[in-house]
Structure formats: C-alpha cells, structure tokens
C-alpha cells in the first residue's frame, strides 16, 4: 500500500468527450505526477505539479491539464478525448527535496476512448 | 517520448534459477529505480540508487548504479513464483531545478514456472 489512491478504476468515454480523473496523495508531499501508460510500454511523464503550481510537462499537447489542491488531492483533466487517448494514467506523489525525490503510486484509472 | 533501453523485454524461467535484466541511456542520470507492476496495479519501488557504482540489496533483489552513470542492472535471485510480473528501470535527475520526473524502459515481463 503506497496511500496514493485514484478514481476512478476504470472509464470509457466516447472520442471528443472530457474527462477528469482525481488522485489523492500520501499526506504531506507537496508534489503530484502524473503518466500515461500505454499497454505494453512504460509510463511516459505528462506533468508535475509542486505546492499548487505546475512543474515541469512532458510531450503532451495542452488539452491535457491538472490541478493540485491543498488537501494532498489532485486531477487530471482531457479535453477532446482521441483514441489514442486510450491508456492507464497514474499518479505519482513524493515530497521534493533536494536530493531524494521517491515516487509512489497510484493504482491508476484505465480509460478507454470509443 | 524518451524511453529507456531495458532487456530482455521477456523471461520465461523455472522457479529456484536467478534472474538479470538491465537498462541503458544515452543521457546521465543521478538517481536509478526498479519498479516492479502487477496486472491492474501501478508499480511499487524495489530499489533506488542514488550513487554511481553503488549496489544496493532488498532481499533477494540486488540492483547496480552504472559507473557511468547511464545503466544500472537488477538481479533476482533463487526466483519464485511470486516474483511474477513486469519489473521496469526509470532514470531520474534530481536537485538544481529538475523536476524529478521518471523517465521509464519498455519493461521486462517475468514468467516463473514452478
């Protein structure tokens, strides 16, 4: 058990859809990750966010976008959902220091674009 | 997105033998993890590595930071069943304004026959 939890399990929504997907992480990190994992393939970085701000972005196009909130919860919002879209999105939650800067993760949401 | 070069993509060995994959990078990291992911799961942290040429051991888990700071390799030894699923490497920069972001292998797959 890491105490990083995320909803929903699972969700299916339609090519052009919004979806937001909620992650809640171990009390007191400051910082929240999040990946998308295609299947077969290792999870690639979307973005970061740190005390609240955005941190750092992978190779994602701007519909994809988060919010971090005080009480350690966090989401991930997706607008005009592709197919492509499809994959298992984790979050990650560690607090940033200097030098040690473990990730622990959650279960993930599997979300399926029709 | 970037990825690193993890082999082999898939094992299939017999309960009791020991087991070696290892990840390469054309970029340096300072800091190495080995995660391990079950079906439906996201991926647990085994072993990070925090210093080139250190070699750190969790149980029957021992796991190489590269001296060259680009490959770092993972043992199992006396493999049991439960050792079962898919074991990624993830490179990670930390300190002086990296985000610490993972940047995952392809993953190897594990198959332990009793």
């Known amino acids: 058990e890491t105490g990083v939890t995320q909803s929903p399990t699972h969700l299916i929504k339609t090519r052009g859809q919004q979806v937001t997907l909620r992650c809640s992480s171990q009390?007191?990190?400051?910082?929240v990750s999040w990946y998308q994992q295609a299947l077969g393939q290792g999870p690639q970085f979307i973005f970061q966010?740190?005390?609240?701000?955005?941190?750092g972005r992978g190779n994602f196009p701007p519909r994809f976008s988060g919010l971090q909130f005080p009480n350690y919860s966090s989401e991930l919002n997706v607008n005009a959902l592709e197919l492509d879209d499809s994959a298992l999105y984790l979050c990650?939650?560690?607090?940033?220091?200097?030098?040690?800067?473990?990730?622990?993760f959650g279960p993930g949401t599997r979300l399926t674009v029709l | 997105g970037q990825q690193l070069n993890q082999s082999p993509q898939s094992m299939f060995i017999q309960e009791g033998e020991d087991v070696s994959m290892n990840c390469t990078s054309s970029?340096?990291?300072?800091?190495w993890l080995w995660y391990k992911q079950d079906p439906g799961e996201g991926p647990v942290l085994l072993i990070a590595l925090y210093k080139a040429g250190e070699l750190t051991s969790n149980g029957r888990l021992t796991a190489q930071f590269g001296i060259t700071r680009k490959d770092s390799f993972l043992n199992i030894s006396a493999s049991i069943p439960s050792d079962v699923g898919i074991y990624f490497c993830?490179?990670?920069?930390?300190?002086?304004?990296?985000?610490?972001?993972?940047?995952f292998g392809q993953g190897t797959t594990l198959q332990v026959k009793p």
């Open positions: 009390s007191g990190h400051n910082t």
């Open positions: 990650a939650s560690t607090f940033l220091s200097g030098s040690v800067n473990e990730q622990f």
């Open positions: 993830a490179g990670q920069l930390v300190g002086s304004g990296n985000t610490g972001k993972l940047i």
């Open positions: 970029s340096i990291f300072n800091t």
């Open positions: 966010y740190y005390r609240e701000e955005e941190n």
